[in-house]
């Protein structure tokens, strides 16, 4: 991931730098201190917008500790008390905004009466990769994707 990152960010770096030379030197009218501050400021535009790309698209990291379970996603930041978790479910859950209505794999956490504390998609984990961290919580795996779910997980056929 931090390859493609580095990579999108260079060849942004790259291409905002010949597109703004460019720009520049065909522009001889234009005094060369603005010629420079618009380079510098097409400059700060990519980075950014490079940021936002990179924060939008790192998947979030499940954390475990004695007291919680938490993602660190910088977008959608979810946490569990670490003792409310009796179960990881495998089911369907809604989207958000625009996506509302649209059913997505996801890995459900939820406490022993079926109430959800946090959702995963499943595309963000392997299927090996969540079976471990249930191991390392000690809570069982349920379910095959095929549920939907609100809020509640029904645990008699969990």
Do not use: H, N
């Amino acid at each position: 991931m931090q390859l493609i990152t580095g990579a999108s960010l260079a060849f942004s770096a790259v291409s905002c730098l010949v597109g703004a030379g460019v720009l520049a030197y065909s522009m001889a009218r234009i005094p060369w201190p603005v010629r420079v501050a618009g380079i510098g400021a097409l400059l700060v535009i990519f980075a950014v917008s490079e940021l936002v790309l990179w924060i939008a698209v790192t998947p979030p990291v499940l954390r475990a500790d004695a007291v919680e379970v938490s993602s660190s996603s910088r977008l959608d930041r979810q946490r569990m008390q670490r003792s409310d978790v009796a179960f990881i479910f495998r089911g369907q859950v809604t989207g958000k905004g625009r996506t509302r209505g649209v059913w997505y794999k996801s890995y459900i956490f939820a406490a022993a009466d079926g109430k959800v504390g946090m959702a995963f998609g499943a595309l963000m984990f392997t299927p090996d990769g969540m079976a471990q961290f249930a191991q390392r919580l000690q809570v069982p795996m349920k379910g095959d994707f095929s549920v939907k779910v609100k809020d509640q997980v029904d645990v008699a056929t969990a």
